[in-house]
């Protein structure tokens, strides 16, 4: 990690934020996502008890009634969704987390388009600026005024101290994937822990979803680009981004923030999660993932116990998992995104790892990084030599080209969340949609996951420090 100071400085060192007029990838037609915006619902629906469900049933009719006179021509939904929906398997999983986010979160609702707002201009998604400002505007959460100074950040003397104490995790958790003592002290003293949580998860979200949008091309519904509050989008923009932020210096916790749940609780959430997953599955490819999870158990057991037996009931637990299930409405959500990005992703097997490993480490995610090196070196898809390089990037020598094109993807993706035109055409070359579509929200996901587990500071399972000494994995220093 000699060159992480240096890595983490180049997020800071803009590039020029090129942006697509047309799509790559276009939208679905709206009668065939209709559809599946319905299948999607039904998976939705089996996360919650009836009355929630016919509470939220009645916001997402209140906002899709404010958004029609927006949409133009496109009155069957809003093109981000158009678009995901393209993979279909990837949209039926994301759609759980994005809806607890934006609309059954325990944040408030002005807080959480601060957050979001903050995240889109970071990320330079005109998408999620526009749609957001004009929620925010809209249902009289924000004023013009504030959401532009939201582009201004923090320090703007109009603020009041919370307000720029949400701004301020925002650009740590964008620059450093972290929250400092003193900005987690400060949201600790109005948050309970799923707030911490959920903000955690909003930012890595939208960030995500910025990844996307920008890289997809996904364009603004026409009746949006007629709003005047658009006027001023990011109009400093390009000031503002080579402003040079102090780098961190990757402080990380030694113990955590939020304390483990306890084993017989945490089962009943993971049978829970599960059981939302199964309907996002037939039986065959359930009976499949039930499969892989055990081969891929199998080598934790000897050193954090458990059992195979009844899967995935007694699958050993790791400190990830009983972490994220202190918000249990969270977590049920997120392990249907988590479980196609890890095991039912389009993407080759030893391609995904790459990708996760380089994320890890422009993260400086030490948990993130020992969990995917040991997988990666335990399972015979990369040899030492091979996760050693992906600390020093797609520059150094002995990297097959295609390995090359991930590593600058990954790169390209956290410090701009945008994949040019030479890498999507790269990829493009051996990949088809699905697998382009997986490829970003792999990157996207654990750039999310890599805020959560360093804010959370979740620590390695003590069973497996003996493994990784064992397989002498290269270890982030």
Known sequence: MSSQEEQVTRKDERREHVRLSEPRITPLESEEFVKLRDMSNEILKSTMNKSKWEKLEQTLAET??????????????????????????????????????????????????ILILRIGW????????????????????????????????????????????????????????????????ALSERYNTHQLMDL??????????????????VQQEEGLKILKILSKVMSNQE??????????????????????????????VRVKAWEILKKTLDKSKFE???????????TLIPFLGGSIDEAPKYFPILNHDSTMAKNRD?????????????????????????????????????????QHALQAKAGGLLSYDEISR?????????????DVTLLRAVDELYTDAFLTEEIWNVLSERYNTHQLMDLVFTVGFYN????????????????????????????LK
Not at 76 to 89: D, H, P
Not at 288 to 298: F, M, P, R, S
Not at 396 to 401: A, R, V
Request: aromatic share 12%.
């Open 64 to 113: 899709e009634k404010k958004l029609t006179p927006f949409l133009g021509k496109n009155v069957g939904g809003l093109n981000v969704g158009r678009t995901i929906a393209r993979n279909k398997n990837l949209f039926l999983r994301y759609t759980p987390i994005g809806v607890h986010l934006f609309f059954i979160s325990s944040l408030p609702e002005r807080d959480r388009e």
């Open 122 to 185: 970071l990320c330079y998604s005109e998408y999620e600026w526009g749609w957001h400002a004009l929620g925010g505007k809209t249902s009289g959460l924000l004023s013009d005024d504030e959401i532009s100074r939201v582009m201004e950040g923090p320090d703007s003397e109009e603020w009041d101290p919370f307000d720029a104490t949400l701004l301020r995790a925002v650009d740590e958790l964008f620059i450093d994937a972290f929250l400092t003592e003193e900005i987690w002290n």
């Open 200 to 217: 955690v998860f909003t930012v890595g979200y939208y960030n995500m979803l910025a990844m996307a949008l920008n890289s997809f091309g």
């Open 239 to 268: 000031e503002q981004l080579i402003r040079k932020m102090e780098p961190l210096k990757h402080v990380r916790l030694s113990e955590p923030r939020i304390p483990l749940l306890e084993k017989d609780e945490y089962i009943k």
């Open 288 to 298: 499949k993932l039930v499969q892989k999870g055990i081969e891929g158990y199998k």
């Open 330 to 370: 969270l977590y049920i959500r997120l392990v249907t995104l988590k479980t196609h990005i890890m095991v039912l992703s389009s993407l080759p097997e030893r391609d995904r790892e790459i990708l996760i490993l380089r994320i890890a480490w422009l993260c400086y995610s030490k948990y993130e990084w020992d």
């Open 390 to 402: 992906i600390m020093e990037g797609p520059d150094t020598d002995g990297w097959e080209p295609f």
């Open 448 to 475: 999310m996951y890599a805020m959560a587990l360093n804010s959370f500071g979740v620590q390695l399972e003590e069973g497996l420090k003996p493994l990784i000494e064992n397989l002498k994995i290269p270890k």
